[in-house]
């Protein structure tokens, strides 16, 4: 499912914020946000958009100018970041439903409810950093429609599920910051893919690559029609924060394509050892999810199990089984890395 990026919601708080007269922090599902003083109350519909969200270049937004635009390759916009005002964490951005007036009928915008997508709506789009030519490499074609796309859903959008929950156990990993990449066998054929497409066959891109590097054009098609998931970290990735010679892939997926459905967390981590490969580093495999959200994003503080030096983006929380897997992302990394 592409992110929900802009979407209606109800302001679940307000609180002031000592020793600030204009501004105030709201609570939007596990989210907080700096907003003006006075601008909504507790209970309000609003329109919440998400860090990551790049707004179009329109009157509306040209407040945002000044903190926020972005402009790289044939895109521009203005950007939403992690930023932190008088002290407090705010992240993305509440408007007024009216921003809406004359993008949508009257019936429609008095019938809007909690949780409606408004992303096209507002010509809102994901800002993706640019990346370059080693790692995107050629496409071949679409992103293979047997293969669910790697993908985690942020904690801080589970407030509703979350209770529910923390009867399980689960197992953590850490979330490494490189390349998704994805390689499949299926009737014969060895295919490789980035985050959301498939790559022709090259020795200059990174992925392919690494898949000669491992062997496994030869390895992955004896244990019938499968897809091995993994992050590319190393040289030239993400700037390299664990700072590894080469490249590596750490893997976190198998999937079976004829049964559509995920290896479990042993099955994973025994198809890893037998085919020699790395999996992400596991900080717990008996995990209880702390008490609250906001406890979750500070236990995804801290340092990597790759190169201690080096700050952790974050964590994957998931069940054994895989049904249930999110992510909680550090927020002072989001805060330090993410310019
Ligand atoms: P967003 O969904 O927030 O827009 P995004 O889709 O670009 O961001 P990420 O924030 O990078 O994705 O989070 C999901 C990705 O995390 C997966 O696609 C996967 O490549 C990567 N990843 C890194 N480490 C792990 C891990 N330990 N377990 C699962 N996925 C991981
Ligand atoms: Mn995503």
């Given at each position: 499912m592409p992110r929900q990026l802009a979407s209606i919601q109800r302001i679940a708080d307000i609180q002031p914020i000592a020793g600030a007269d204009l501004i105030a922090l709201a609570k939007v599902k596990g989210w907080q946000v700096v907003v003006k003083k006075n601008e909504y109350q507790a209970g309000d519909l609003t329109i919440y958009c998400e860090i990551d969200s790049l707004l179009p270049?329109?009157?509306?937004?040209?407040?945002?100018?000044?903190?926020?635009?972005?402009?790289?390759?044939n895109v521009e916009g203005f950007r939403?970041?992690?930023?932190?005002?008088?002290?407090?964490?705010?992240?993305?951005?509440?408007?007024?439903?009216?921003?809406?007036?004359?993008?949508?009928?009257?019936?429609?915008?008095?019938?809007?409810?909690?949780?409606?997508?408004?992303?096209?709506?507002?010509?809102?789009?994901?800002?993706?950093?640019?990346?370059s030519a080693a790692l995107s490499g050629i496409i071949k074609g679409e992103f293979?429609?047997?293969?669910?796309?790697?993908?985690?859903?942020?904690?801080?959008?589970?407030?509703?599920?979350?209770?529910?929950?923390?009867?399980?156990?689960?197992?953590?990993?850490?979330?490494?910051?490189?390349?998704?990449v994805t390689y499949y066998y299926r009737d014969g054929g060895?295919?490789?893919?980035?985050?959301?497409?498939?790559?022709?066959?090259?020795?200059?891109?990174?992925?392919?690559?690494?898949?000669?590097?491992?062997?496994?054009?030869?390895?992955?098609?004896?244990?019938?029609?499968?897809?091995?998931?993994?992050?590319?970290?190393?040289?030239?990735?993400?700037?390299?924060?664990?700072?590894?010679?080469?490249?590596?892939?750490y893997f976190f997926n198998a999937f079976h394509i004829d049964t559509q459905r995920y290896f479990t967390y042993d099955e994973l981590t025994a198809l890893c050892r037998e085919l020699g490969l790395l999996t992400v580093p596991v900080i717990s495999d008996d995990f209880a999810l702390p008490e609250t959200i906001d406890a979750m994003l500070l236990y995804a503080e801290g340092k990597s199990m790759v190169h201690g030096p080096a700050d952790r983006e974050g964590v994957v929380?998931?069940?054994?089984?895989?049904?249930?897997?999110?992510?909680?992302?550090?927020?002072?990394?989001?805060?330090?890395?993410?310019?």
């Amino acid at each position: 499912m592409p992110r929900q990026l802009a979407s209606i919601q109800r302001i679940a708080d307000i609180q002031p914020i000592a020793g600030a007269d204009l501004i105030a922090l709201a609570k939007v599902k596990g989210w907080q946000v700096v907003v003006k003083k006075n601008e909504y109350q507790a209970g309000d519909l609003t329109i919440y958009c998400e860090i990551d969200s790049l707004l179009p270049v329109r009157e509306e937004f040209e407040f945002l100018r000044k903190s926020s635009y972005k402009s790289y390759d044939n895109v521009e916009g203005f950007r939403l970041r992690t930023i932190k005002l008088r002290g407090q964490l705010s992240q993305g951005l509440l408007l007024p439903l009216s921003t809406l007036q004359g993008k949508m009928d009257a019936d429609a915008l008095n019938g809007l409810q909690e949780g409606d997508d408004v992303t096209d709506i507002l010509g809102v789009v994901k800002y993706e950093p640019p990346i370059s030519a080693a790692l995107s490499g050629i496409i071949k074609g679409e992103f293979p429609g047997f293969i669910p796309k790697t993908d985690e859903e942020r904690v801080q959008n589970l407030s509703a599920q979350y209770e529910g929950l923390k009867e399980q156990r689960f197992y953590v990993t850490e979330k490494l910051d490189g390349a998704s990449v994805t390689y499949y066998y299926r009737d014969g054929g060895f295919g490789v893919c980035s985050r959301n497409l498939e790559l022709v066959e090259s020795h200059s891109n990174s992925l392919w690559l690494a898949a000669y590097a491992l062997g496994l054009p030869e390895k992955i098609g004896s244990f019938g029609n499968i897809a091995l998931q993994g992050e590319l970290v190393g040289e030239k990735v993400q700037g390299n924060p664990y700072r590894i010679q080469g490249q590596k892939v750490y893997f976190f997926n198998a999937f079976h394509i004829d049964t559509q459905r995920y290896f479990t967390y042993d099955e994973l981590t025994a198809l890893c050892r037998e085919l020699g490969l790395l999996t992400v580093p596991v900080i717990s495999d008996d995990f209880a999810l702390p008490e609250t959200i906001d406890a979750m994003l500070l236990y995804a503080e801290g340092k990597s199990m790759v190169h201690g030096p080096a700050d952790r983006e974050g964590v994957v929380v998931r069940s054994h089984d895989r049904k249930v897997s999110f992510k909680a992302i550090s927020n002072n990394f989001l805060l330090k890395h993410e310019n």
